[in-house]
């Protein structure tokens, strides 16, 4: 047995060790790059090296950005404003409250992008609605879980920002392009199913549809729509970068909130830094200690082998899609996202590149493929969110959760399959050659 295989042996074995040991995922990585490294005399110093160069990088300041302002926002009135607004645009079709919690987490994505803050925001008041108008609990929650997957497609997302950071090269803008159509794909897919368990269900329909309740909602949810202006359009038209354009929304949102609205306190303030900050040191350490874990996959030239293998089973791009989506899946329902971003891409792009998919549309799918991971045990982080802020076991929202998740793979094979639905926006405005 040549060195090379007993490496790979020593880093997934001590990896996997260690998970069955109960370590943190991001200890678990580190500690097994590091017995690796000392098994085959690799300096340390050149793995650090790696680690600070990944971390060094301008663009990662966004995702701490974007993580306060979606903190900001679930102080004031945001939250409120933008359930409104979906309830006035969609509130009067059948099934109209499911569409709204379907509408209303479409706008949130595009403001806060995150899963976990769109539950915990508008959670709360949308099941409230749906169960008050005879909705059952468990669908509303179930709708809640799978609707906020959009945040994370939907620019601004900050695992997009680290997606692009990790695969080198890819334009974050056109990666944000690229996100809309899908995150309206997969709004699109939750609504149809939405319409068809209403119609079964007999759900009830809002007041009809007025211009005047329309512009009402709209001039409330102006602030709202304001920041993800910001966000967007100052990546998009060039005024800003990333980074730039989180931190002014993030400013934004805290002088509408605390000096316009007055909404917050205080206390509100410091909690919100708190959990931020918090949330921003697990993710870093998981990310130094992830990427650690690609540059000795990377060194051991496991991508390689990988690709060999994966073109030995089949040459048919097809079923070579189906298998990287399925290897995915499965990873997502048991890994960190931020740990299989690092950890897989390097594998995995030089795969679908080979395969003639672009870099964008690799990074949709994965993102979706992730996301769906967030909705399943033993691991979905807003699969717990969604138990807490509904006061429903994990077994019922499971259940109520599984033919939702149907129709979101629908739409990630639509996304796989059928690329201008990631490359059509970023190839007319110039970002995709």
């Known amino acids: 047995m040549s060195s090379l295989t007993i490496s790979i042996i020593i880093l997934a074995g001590s990896f996997i060790l260690m998970l069955i040991m109960g370590v943190e995922i991001s200890y678990a990585l580190g500690l097994s790059a590091v017995i690796t490294c000392s098994f085959m005399g690799i300096n340390l110093l050149v ?73 915990s925001s508008l959670g709360p008041i949308v099941i409230k609605l749906m169960k008050e108008a005879g909705y059952e609990e468990d669908f509303s929650v179930a709708l809640t879980c799978t609707s906020s997957i959009q945040g994370i497609i939907i620019p601004p997302s900050h695992n997009l920002v680290i997606y692009a950071v990790t695969a080198g090269g890819v334009s974050i803008a056109a990666l944000y392009l ?71 929304a993030c400013i934004y949102c805290f002088i509408f909130t605390f000096v316009i609205e007055r909404a917050g306190t205080r206390k509100d303030l410091l909690q919100a830094f708190t959990q931020t900050i918090k949330t921003i040191g697990s993710v870093l350490i998981l990310a130094a200690c992830a990427t650690a874990f690609s540059w000795v996959i990377t060194y051991l030239r496991i991508p390689q082998m990988v690709t060999a293998g994966l073109f030995s089973i089949t040459t048919n791009k097809f079923l070579m899609l189906i298998i990287i989506n399925v290897i995915l899946l499965i990873m997502g329902c048991f890994m960190n996202m ?35 991971g967030l ?11 969604g138990c807490s802020v509904g006061n429903i076991s994990i077994e019922r929202l499971t259940k109520a959760l599984l033919p939702q998740i149907v129709f979101m793979v629908i739409a990630l094979l639509i996304i796989t399959f059928w690329p201008p639905i990631t490359t059509w926006l970023p190839t007319l405005a110039g970002y995709i050659v």
């Open 47 to 119: 793995v650090f090296q790696s680690i600070f160069y990944k971390m060094a990088n301008y663009s990662l300041l966004a995702v701490p950005c974007f993580m306060l302002m979606g903190e900001f926002m679930s102080i004031g009135s945001m939250s409120k404003n933008i359930v409104g607004l979906a309830n006035v645009l969609v509130g009067w079709m059948p099934g109209g409250l499911a569409m709204v919690n379907v509408v209303d987490s479409m706008f949130f994505g595009g403001v806060s992008g995150s899963s976990v803050a769109d539950v």
């Open 178 to 248: 690229g996100g809309y159509l899908s995150g309206i794909l997969l709004g699109l897919c939750l609504s149809v199913y939405c319409f068809i368990v209403s119609k079964k269900r007999h759900y009830p329909v809002s007041e009809p549809f007025s211009w005047n309740n329309f512009v009402r909602a709209l001039w409330k949810a102006l602030p709202t729509i304001g920041c993800m202006v910001i966000v967007v359009g100052g990546v998009l038209f060039g005024w800003m970068t990333a980074t730039e354009s989180a931190a002014a």
């Open 338 to 372: 931020v740990s299989i971003i690092y950890i897989m891409v390097p594998i995995l792009l030089p795969v679908v590149q080979t395969l003639g998919m672009h870099p964008v549309t690799f990074g949709i799918m994965l993102i979706l493929n992730l996301g769906i």
């Open 375 to 385: 909705l399943t045990p033993p691991v979905g982080q807003v699969l717990f969110v």
